[in-house]
């Protein structure tokens, strides 16, 4: 019998393989930053921490077009890029694989964290809306990359 959570370990599979290979084919970093993106938004309490709510939202949340997105094409679960995605994103769904591509690669950023600590540190968006980047860069001081701008690779979510 299938459980739930291998319901939702499929769902982010498939979505952050579906917008790897669309955003940047052939990058693995781009597939699991993708699925950390997802992950990382769980971690923060998005949606109850309902992991298909927020896939089942991705694209509210994403710099693309619902229409640019790929959520329907033929994924090939024997090839090795899937199923090393798979078992990644088994990890992070366990919370076993720390994400180590979305959070932020500026030292300083974790000796100002001594001063005025964050709640989390990965990233959960890109977003095209520049006011709200501004003012959640300055609230959280990490968006994006090393130095919290938005970055190609994450552009779907």
């Not at 290979?21 to 923060?44: C, Q, T, W, Y």
Request: hydrophobic share 40%.
């Amino acid at each position: 019998m299938v459980s739930l959570n291998d319901i939702a370990v499929m769902q982010l599979s498939f979505f952050a393989f579906r917008e790897g290979k669309r955003l940047s084919p052939g990058s693995r970093d781009a597939m699991l930053g993708i699925a950390h993106v997802v992950g990382n938004r769980v971690e923060v309490g998005w949606h109850n921490k309902d992991w298909l709510r927020i896939l089942a939202d991705a694209p509210v949340h994403s710099a693309n077009n619902k229409d640019e997105m790929d959520f329907s094409s033929y994924v090939d679960v024997w090839s090795q890029d899937f199923r090393w995605l798979l078992e990644k994103c088994e990890g992070i769904y366990s919370g076993l694989l720390k994400d180590e591509i979305t959070v932020s690669a500026d030292p300083r950023l974790e000796s100002l964290s001594e001063l005025q600590p964050t709640l989390f540190n990965g990233l959960v968006l890109c977003e095209c809306n520049f006011e709200f980047i501004n003012d959640y860069r300055v609230r959280n001081r990490r968006l994006c990359g090393p130095h919290g701008n938005l970055c190609g690779a994450h552009t779907s979510l």
